[in-house]
C-alpha cells in the first residue's frame, strides 16, 4: 500500500463547475497536510496547507482534513482553464519526510 | 515569483561530464532539500540538509553529491551520470526540518538531460 494516494486522473470538469480531488494516507501519526499545483514542466507551488480537521478555505480552493478517516480532499470552485495542472497532495508526520502522492490531473474545459 | 533560485535552468551533459546545480535562498530556512521528478510521476526525496549538516541520504547513487557551504546555499555535484538520471531537479527549503507544520518551497527546477 502505498503511503500517500491519489487518483491520477484525468479529472475532466467544466469551467465553472467545482473539481473535487482526494487524498488518502496510511500513517496516523501524520500532523500537515499539504497542496501544490504543478504545471507541466514546473516546479510545485504550494496552494494549501491545514494541520486540524475540517475546512480551510483560501479564495477559490477549500481544503478539508478528516484524520479519523485519514482523508484529505480539495475543492476547486468556479474552476478555469488556467486550474488545469497535477495536483500533488503532500503529507508529513512530525519530524519525518514530506510524502508525496502521486499526483492527479485536472482538465478544466472551456 | 519563487524566492529559491536554481541554476541552470537546462542542463545538457555526457556520460562523462562532471557539472555541478546550484540552489540558492535567502528566507532564513535552516532545511534545503534535493528531489528527483521524472515525467508523470512525484518528487522523489534524494538530500536533505539541516542546518548545513547532511540528515537524509535517501540511498543515492554516489554519482550524485550534495554539498552545503552555508545556510543559503546548496549544490548538487553531477559526475558519470547515466541517461537515465535524466530528470527535473528540484531544491527545496523550509524553516526547519522537524517542524510538522513547514511546507517546501520549491526552486523553478533545472531540466537535466544525460546524452
Known amino acids: 500500500q502505498k503511503e500517500v494516494e491519489q487518483n491520477s486522473g484525468p479529472l475532466s470538469v467544466p469551467e465553472g463547475a467545482i473539481a473535487s480531488l482526494n487524498c488518502t494516507y496510511s500513517?496516523?501519526?501524520?500532523?500537515?497536510f499539504f497542496w501544490y499545483r504543478q504545471y507541466s514542466g514546473k516546479s510545485p507551488e504550494l496552494i494549501m496547507s491545514i494541520y486540524s480537521n475540517g475546512d480551510k478555505e483560501d479564495g477559490r480552493f477549500t481544503a478539508q482534513l478528516n484524520k479519523a478517516s485519514q482523508y484529505v480532499s480539495l475543492l476547486i470552485r468556479d474552476s478555469q482553464p488556467s486550474d488545469s495542472a497535477t495536483y500533488l497532495c503532500?503529507?508529513?508526520?512530525?519530524?519525518?519526510?514530506?510524502?508525496f502522492g502521486g499526483g492527479t490531473r485536472v482538465l478544466v474545459k472551456p | 515569483d519563487t524566492e529559491v533560485t536554481q541554476t541552470p535552468k537546462h542542463l545538457v551533459m555526457g556520460m562523462t561530464n562532471k557539472k555541478s546545480l546550484k540552489c540558492e535562498q535567502h528566507?532564513?530556512?535552516?532545511?534545503m532539500y534535493w528531489y528527483k521528478q521524472k515525467a508523470k510521476k512525484p518528487p522523489e526525496l534524494m538530500f536533505v540538509?539541516?542546518?548545513?549538516?547532511?540528515?537524509i541520504n535517501e540511498s543515492v547513487p554516489s554519482r550524485f553529491s550534495p554539498e552545503c557551504p552555508n545556510s543559503s546555499l546548496l549544490n548538487l555535484h553531477l559526475h558519470a551520470l547515466q541517461p537515465e538520471d535524466s530528470a527535473l531537479y528540484l531544491c527545496a527549503s523550509s524553516p526547519t526540518r522537524s517542524s510538522y507544520n513547514s511546507p517546501l518551497h520549491f526552486g523553478n527546477g533545472t531540466r537535466l538531460t544525460v546524452t
Open positions: 540538509y539541516s542546518y548545513e549538516k547532511l540528515s
Open positions: 500513517d496516523r501519526g501524520s500532523q500537515s
Open positions: 528566507m532564513g530556512h535552516r532545511a
Open positions: 503532500a503529507v508529513r508526520a512530525a519530524g519525518n519526510k514530506l510524502t
